[in-house]
């Protein structure tokens, strides 16, 4: 039994190459037991089938598989309709976003924010799904202020979500000071730390930039340092990941969650040293 509870993310993937990997990356986490695996959604429905099927496939033999589903540039109409199909497939447990639409690309649809998308659930499913939404210790790129962000945050939270999965971090001390404050807001559900296994310098820093998560100075320059050497960022960037797991395991957190990015290596290899 692990000592906290585990979870994955994977995304659809567009090509028959890519759900053989993918096949072979849940074959060798599933071992680990996660509580759930989740599934990404992309913006404006781009992904709905793709990731209906990966739902689907990941949730085989019982695993509590959760589509993730944005509302950004979408009617009530068709979130209700996806809705409807995730209920039909016996389906209970959803990631709900706002999701970013790509720049140019049409409307902002009926629902603007993920705390809208988690009232319209409830008002419309009751509890039938187990919510998830998504919360940002470094603060979300596009926040008015850390404050505003907080409290955007604590509303969406208490528009009916269960629990939250924060986007990735390596300053542990940034979690634990969101997870303070979310708590004076009257926020009493788990906060999850998402994990972003470091393989890649380039991929790394372009995520980072988007997603507004920092990259500490020291672990960038060490990294950009190895140049082509991929053994080397592996090596270097599965001890840092390590060790804030373990920062935050020794500090009780309710779980975490791996952004896999459909391979099984890093999050094993990450999990092995924290002896699950
Ligand atoms: P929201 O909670 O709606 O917040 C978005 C912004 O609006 C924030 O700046 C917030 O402060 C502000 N805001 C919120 N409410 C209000 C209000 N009432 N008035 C004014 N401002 C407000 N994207 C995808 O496209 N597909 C995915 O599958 C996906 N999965 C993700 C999983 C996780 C765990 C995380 C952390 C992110 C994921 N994303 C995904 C990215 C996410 O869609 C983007 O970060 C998006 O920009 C914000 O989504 P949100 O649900 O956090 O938005």
């Not at 209970?92 to 809208?116: K, N, Q, T």
Request: glycine share 8%; charged share 25%.
């Amino acid at each position: 039994m692990n000592p906290i509870e585990l979870s994955f993310e994977f995304f659809p993937p567009k090509t028959q190459e890519g759900l053989d990997k993918l096949r072979a990356t849940r074959a060798q986490l599933l071992p680990l037991k996660p509580k759930f695996v989740s599934v990404t959604f992309g913006a404006g429905g781009s992904t709905q089938q793709g990731t209906l099927d990966t739902v689907l496939e990941m949730g085989k033999d019982g695993v509590d598989a959760a589509p993730h589903l944005s509302c950004i540039g979408s009617s009530k109409e068709s979130l209700r309709a996806i809705l409807n199909e995730y209920r039909s497939h016996g389906i209970r447990h959803i990631v709900a976003l706002r999701g970013d639409l790509p720049s140019g690309m049409g409307e902002v649809g009926e629902l603007r924010y993920a705390s809208e998308l988690v009232s319209f659930i409830r008002a419309e499913f009751g509890d039938w799904f187990r919510i998830e939404v998504a919360a940002y210790p470094e603060y979300h790129p596009q926040s008015r202020s850390p404050r505003h962000d907080l409290e955007n945050f604590a509303r969406k939270v208490k528009a009916g979500a269960n629990s939250a999965i924060t986007q990735y971090f390596f300053n542990a001390d940034a979690y634990f000071r969101f997870v303070d404050d979310a708590h004076k807001l009257g926020v009493d559900v788990p906060i999850v730390p998402g994990i972003m296994p470091i393989t890649n310098f380039s991929q790394l820093m372009r995520f980072s930039e988007m997603c507004g998560a920092e990259v500490p100075r020291w672990v960038a320059k060490r990294l950009e340092s190895f140049g082509d050497d991929r053994d080397a960022i592996r090596a270097f960037g599965l001890d840092v990941v390590t060790d804030l797991c373990r920062r935050l395991v020794d500090a009780k957190v309710p779980g975490l969650h791996f952004y896999t990015l459909n391979g099984a290596a890093a999050s094993k290899a990450i999990c092995g040293r924290l002896g699950f």
